[in-house]
């Protein structure tokens, strides 16, 4: 008891207590959302079952309700944000912290955490007057080049799953960006100093022994941006399309699931409607989770065999 009162005293019981509890709201909250995600997705659960996940038709007219397009776009469009974020925000990261001067490189950071306070509807504003006018331009180059491939092919009509690809592009950079960056600077002196003792030079220290000791801090970076891309709303709302159907081709219209939820979801009338938009919210959910997770042990299984 003494010891008790006297662990109470010094903080230690208080610190644990007020921890603990500040843990215990991030699962207490996520539970909660998932519950109420859950229960109000009932009429829609009941109607369809397991079907709504792969059914095709969006008919709110007819009550027939399916996912499958939504879960599509969504993919489809954080993917092609994360193949052309990863490279670019790491690359700019590395020579942020590596290689460029202190003054260009403190300037930059100043204008890339600006871009990052940027409100989603401002860069959907942009998307539509500048990017999309852009891409038209470009897009015959890209076509005349991989209009072989299914990817490519078609008719281009601005508003497409490209397009909100690039959107998502610009928005995640700044997360890869600075966090990477701020793991690069965490990495010890001794570090750099020991490569280039070695007879390394500046880029080979960089990547062979920097980039390796933050990674683990790059790949969260990575993580976080993918949460932004599969749950991002107004940007893509403004130049995806908004047309519930699958194409192969990246020029075609698509649709998200955010972007239908927020779309459609002040206009759901009965409790089917509502319910089926209130469904795809926890689709979402089980989509974000499901993807990182997956994310997740890839990297661990992928530490593990260069340390094996």
């Given at each position: 008891m003494q010891a008790f009162v006297k662990r109470v005293r010094n903080g230690d019981e208080i610190a644990y207590a007020i921890t603990f509890l500040c843990a215990f709201a991030v699962i207490a909250i996520t539970a909660l959302l998932v519950f109420e995600l859950y229960r109000n997705s009932e009429p829609s659960r009941v109607k369809?079952?397991?079907?709504?996940?792969?059914?095709?038709?969006?008919?709110?007219?007819?009550?027939?309700?399916?996912?499958?397009?939504?879960?599509?776009?969504?993919?489809?469009?954080?993917?092609?944000a994360m193949i052309l974020g990863i490279p670019l925000g790491v690359g700019a990261a590395i020579f942020l912290a590596e290689l460029a001067p202190p003054r260009i490189s403190s300037g930059l950071t100043f204008l890339i955490e600006l871009l990052a306070a940027v409100p989603?509807?401002?860069?959907?504003?942009?998307?539509?007057?500048?990017?999309?006018?852009f891409l038209r331009i470009v897009q015959p180059y890209i076509q005349g080049a991989l209009g072989w491939t299914p990817l490519f092919a078609g008719p281009f009509y601005g508003v497409s799953l490209f397009s909100a690809g690039v959107v998502l592009t610009i928005m995640i950079l700044p997360f890869i960006i600075s966090i990477s960056r701020e793991v690069l600077l965490s990495v010890p002196n001794d570090q750099r100093e020991g490569a280039l003792a070695l007879g390394a030079t500046r880029w080979e220290s960089t990547w062979d022994v920097v980039v390796p000791f933050a990674r683990k801090g790059i790949v969260g970076s990575i993580f976080?941006?993918?949460?932004?891309?599969?749950?991002?709303?107004?940007?893509?709302?403004m130049v995806v399309g908004n047309d519930p159907k699958?194409?192969?081709?990246?020029?075609?219209?698509?649709?998200?699931?955010?972007?239908?939820i927020a779309n459609e979801f002040t206009e759901a009338t009965g409790d089917l409607y509502q319910?089926?938009?209130?469904?795809?919210?926890?689709?979402?959910?089980?989509?974000?989770?499901?993807?990182?997770?997956?994310?997740?042990?890839l990297v661990a299984s992928t530490t593990k065999r260069g340390t094996s």
């Open positions: 369809f079952g397991w079907s709504f996940l792969w059914t095709k038709t969006w008919d709110p007219v007819a009550g027939e309700f399916g996912a499958l397009p939504f879960i599509y776009g969504t993919v489809v469009t954080s993917a092609f989603s509807v401002i860069i959907g504003v942009l998307g539509v007057f500048i990017l999309l006018p976080l941006a993918l949460a932004r891309s599969l749950g991002e709303t107004m940007a893509v709302t699958i194409s192969a081709s990246l020029f075609a219209p698509g649709y998200s699931i955010a972007a239908v319910g089926a938009l209130i469904e795809l919210g926890l689709v979402l959910f089980a989509l974000t989770i499901v993807i990182n997770g997956a994310a997740r042990i």
